[in-house]
């Protein structure tokens, strides 16, 4: 089974503090991709990333920006956090779009910014 | 741009029951894949059932089918003989055939309710 694992749960943190979200896969899928969860509003696409260095804007990346140095690792970063930025935030992989899979997803962090 | 519609904020089933969650969405593209995904409260988000929109025939996964129309632009889920582990929240999400690799589109959710 693919496994997409996120580093932590549950995450406070301070207004203006940076904030570094991971997440790891282990079945060397080519796409990543990161989703802010909040009540009422579905699952909205930060990034995704399709290979190794390479991103994407998703439909709303005001305020974060992400890293993949590696194949099995895409992280999420939060420049400066602010307060509407505490949300649901979910990880996801899938290999390249000629194969009909579907995304493979993390168990979620909570972060709250206070 | 594609959207994705879940008209169902709520729903509630008693056990051993039968209900239908409701989707439609809206694109220009002809081939494309839709799925339904589940997401139990504190769980991990996990597939229940995919359709590809070339394949007439519904698809179907144990107690999970769906109703695809089409020409309606609708893509709604059945759940035959609920159970209490079926109480989650579902998304319902698009996938373009050509689209930018691989990015889903995804309805609002509904949150389904399982009473004993």
């Known amino acids: 089974d693919v496994k997409v694992t996120q580093s932590s749960r549950y995450l406070v943190k301070r207004t203006g503090e940076k904030v570094f979200l991971e997440c790891v896969q282990d079945m060397d899928h080519e796409n990543m991709f990161w989703y802010r969860q909040d009540p009422g509003l579905g699952l909205r696409l930060i990034y995704f990333?399709?290979?190794?260095?390479?991103?994407e804007k998703g439909d709303i990346p005001e305020g974060y920006s992400v890293s993949r140095e590696k194949k099995e690792r895409f992280s999420l970063i939060l420049e400066s956090a602010s307060t509407n930025q505490t949300s649901m935030y979910l990880c996801a992989s899938s290999p390249p779009d000629r194969k009909n899979q579907p995304q493979h997803f993390g168990d979620g962090t909570r972060l709250s910014i206070l | 741009a594609q959207t994705v519609t879940q008209s169902q904020p709520e729903m509630s089933v008693q056990e051993a029951e039968t209900v239908t969650l409701s989707c439609t969405y809206d694109t220009s593209e002809s081939d494309y894949y839709l799925f339904w995904y589940k997401q139990p409260p504190s769980r991990q988000m996990i597939l229940v059932i995919r359709q590809e929109a070339y394949k007439q025939q519904n698809a179907t996964e144990n107690r999970f089918s769906v109703n695809f129309q089409k020409a309606a632009k609708s893509f709604s889920l059945k759940i035959s003989d609920s159970q209490l582990g079926d109480a989650a929240m579902y998304f319902c999400?698009?996938?373009?055939?050509?689209?930018?690799?691989?990015?889903?589109?995804f309805g609002k959710g509904t949150k389904l309710s399982v009473k004993p």
């Open positions: 990333s399709y290979d190794v260095k390479m991103k």
């Open positions: 999400a698009y996938k373009g055939y050509g689209g930018s690799q691989g990015n889903l589109i």
